[in-house]
């Protein structure tokens, strides 16, 4: 699956050319990653992480990165990382 991310496209590319089934990042290491600092929604909220209902909901830019990488996104806040999973 390609696809477009937006400026989220890099980490897009990353989460797709991993092979493990679930790949653990902190906020420095996406925000490396993209070149950019995430936005302060995404570092206390737990829903900026999320899809919403998938069904329904349009992907944000962020989201359609892992999503297009066939991953789920599990943030910790308090940790300050994101635990990508293939998704099923």
């Known amino acids: 699956m390609s696809g477009h991310a937006g400026e989220y496209q890099r980490l897009y590319v990353y989460l797709r050319d991993r ?4 790949v653990v990042l902190t906020f420095a290491q996406i925000e490396d990653l993209l070149g950019f600092v ?10 900026w992480w999320g899809l919403g209902d998938a ?6 830019e962020q989201s359609a990165s892992w999503t ?3 991953r789920t996104a599990t943030v910790n806040l308090a940790a300050q ?3 990508f999973e293939r998704a099923p």
Do not use: I
């Open 55 to 60: 069904s329904s909901a349009p992907h944000s």
């Open 19 to 22: 092979y493990a089934n679930c």
């Open 81 to 83: 990382r994101v635990v």
């Open 38 to 47: 995430l936005p302060e929604p995404a570092r206390r909220e737990a829903e």
């Open 68 to 70: 297009l990488a066939s």
